[in-house]
Protein backbone atom coordinates (compact mmCIF):
# COMPACT_ATOMS: atom_id res chain seq x y z
CA UNK A 1 0.00 0.00 0.00
CA UNK A 2 1.28 3.53 -0.62
CA UNK A 3 1.39 6.67 1.76
CA UNK A 4 0.88 10.00 0.95
CA UNK A 5 2.42 13.26 2.89
CA UNK A 6 1.26 16.27 0.95
CA UNK A 7 3.40 19.74 2.41
CA UNK A 8 4.06 23.12 1.51
CA UNK A 9 0.50 24.31 2.04
CA UNK A 10 0.14 27.85 3.94
CA UNK A 11 -1.09 31.16 4.49
CA UNK A 12 -0.75 34.00 1.34
CA UNK A 13 -2.45 36.82 0.08
CA UNK A 14 -4.29 37.02 -3.57
CA UNK A 15 -1.60 37.00 -6.41
CA UNK A 16 0.70 34.80 -4.23
CA UNK A 17 2.37 31.35 -4.91
CA UNK A 18 2.80 28.61 -3.82
CA UNK A 19 4.21 25.05 -4.20
CA UNK A 20 2.89 21.71 -2.86
CA UNK A 21 4.30 18.93 -2.54
CA UNK A 22 3.56 15.11 -2.21
CA UNK A 23 5.95 12.89 -1.29
CA UNK A 24 4.55 8.85 -2.31
CA UNK A 25 6.17 5.83 0.26
CA UNK A 26 5.61 2.10 0.13
CA UNK A 27 4.09 0.40 -3.13
CA UNK A 28 4.90 2.89 -5.33
CA UNK A 29 5.27 0.63 -8.52
CA UNK A 30 2.89 0.81 -11.18
CA UNK A 31 1.43 3.76 -9.90
CA UNK A 32 -0.22 5.19 -13.11
CA UNK A 33 -1.75 8.11 -12.27
CA UNK A 34 -0.91 11.17 -9.57
CA UNK A 35 -3.28 14.27 -9.33
CA UNK A 36 -4.19 17.20 -6.89
CA UNK A 37 -7.42 17.49 -5.47
CA UNK A 38 -9.13 20.27 -2.96
CA UNK A 39 -11.90 20.65 -0.82
CA UNK A 40 -13.30 23.68 0.32
CA UNK A 41 -15.62 24.36 3.63
CA UNK A 42 -19.75 22.77 2.72
CA UNK A 43 -18.51 21.80 -0.76
CA UNK A 44 -17.62 18.65 -2.16
CA UNK A 45 -13.85 17.37 -3.49
CA UNK A 46 -12.73 18.51 -7.11
CA UNK A 47 -9.71 17.33 -8.99
CA UNK A 48 -7.18 20.08 -9.57
CA UNK A 49 -5.04 18.94 -11.74
CA UNK A 50 -3.44 15.31 -12.95
CA UNK A 51 -0.59 13.86 -14.12
CA UNK A 52 0.42 10.61 -16.24
CA UNK A 53 3.22 8.76 -14.80
CA UNK A 54 4.65 7.02 -17.50
CA UNK A 55 4.59 9.89 -20.19
CA UNK A 56 3.69 13.86 -17.83
CA UNK A 57 0.65 14.21 -19.98
CA UNK A 58 -1.49 16.78 -17.69
CA UNK A 59 -4.29 17.83 -17.10
CA UNK A 60 -6.17 20.48 -15.54
CA UNK A 61 -9.39 21.63 -14.24
CA UNK A 62 -10.13 25.07 -15.96
CA UNK A 63 -10.55 26.86 -12.75
CA UNK A 64 -6.87 27.01 -13.10
CA UNK A 65 -5.63 26.46 -15.86
CA UNK A 66 -2.85 28.65 -16.65
CA UNK A 67 -2.22 29.42 -12.80
CA UNK A 68 -1.01 26.03 -11.67
CA UNK A 69 1.16 23.33 -12.73
CA UNK A 70 1.51 19.83 -12.14
CA UNK A 71 4.85 18.55 -12.17
CA UNK A 72 6.62 14.69 -10.94
CA UNK A 73 10.15 13.81 -9.54
CA UNK A 74 10.05 10.15 -10.65
CA UNK A 75 13.02 9.62 -8.89
CA UNK A 76 11.90 11.05 -5.62
CA UNK A 77 8.50 9.47 -6.27
CA UNK A 78 7.65 13.43 -5.54
CA UNK A 79 4.30 15.05 -6.80
CA UNK A 80 4.14 18.96 -6.83
CA UNK A 81 2.17 21.59 -7.62
CA UNK A 82 3.04 25.00 -7.99
CA UNK A 83 0.12 27.58 -7.61
CA UNK A 84 0.82 31.38 -9.00
CA UNK A 85 -1.50 34.06 -9.06
CA UNK A 86 -3.82 32.79 -6.33
CA UNK A 87 -7.28 33.62 -5.62
CA UNK A 88 -9.32 33.33 -2.81
CA UNK A 89 -11.56 31.17 -4.57
CA UNK A 90 -8.53 28.66 -4.29
CA UNK A 91 -8.83 28.66 0.01
CA UNK A 92 -9.27 24.59 0.56
CA UNK A 93 -7.88 22.22 1.85
CA UNK A 94 -5.26 20.37 -0.82
CA UNK A 95 -5.09 16.96 -1.24
CA UNK A 96 -2.41 14.19 -3.70
CA UNK A 97 -3.95 11.06 -4.36
CA UNK A 98 -2.58 7.97 -6.58
CA UNK A 99 -4.50 5.39 -8.89
CA UNK A 100 -3.24 2.06 -10.00
CA UNK A 101 -3.76 1.18 -13.76
CA UNK A 102 -5.46 3.66 -16.43
CA UNK A 103 -3.40 6.07 -18.75
CA UNK A 104 -5.78 8.97 -18.64
CA UNK A 105 -5.26 11.18 -15.88
CA UNK A 106 -7.68 13.52 -15.41
CA UNK A 107 -8.71 14.52 -11.91
CA UNK A 108 -11.75 12.68 -11.02
CA UNK A 109 -12.16 11.75 -7.31
CA UNK A 110 -14.21 9.09 -7.70
CA UNK A 111 -11.18 7.11 -9.61
CA UNK A 112 -8.53 7.67 -7.38
CA UNK A 113 -7.99 5.18 -4.30
CA UNK A 114 -5.42 6.06 -2.34
CA UNK A 115 -4.69 9.56 -0.65
CA UNK A 116 -2.81 11.90 1.62
CA UNK A 117 -4.18 13.89 4.78
CA UNK A 118 -3.88 17.20 2.92
CA UNK A 119 -2.58 20.39 3.33
CA UNK A 120 -4.60 23.66 3.88
CA UNK A 121 -4.41 26.62 1.84
CA UNK A 122 -5.63 30.05 2.02
CA UNK A 123 -5.38 32.92 0.39
CA UNK A 124 -6.86 36.50 2.06
CA UNK A 125 -8.06 39.32 -0.34
Known amino acids: QVQLVESGGGSVQAGGSLRLSCAAF????????MGWFRQAPGKEREGVAG????????HYADSVKGRFTISQDNAKNTLYLQMNSLKPEDTAMYYC??????????????????WGQGTQVTVSS
Open 26 to 33: GYTYSINC
Open 97 to 114: AVRYGGTYCYPDPNVFGY
Open 51 to 58: IYTGGSTT
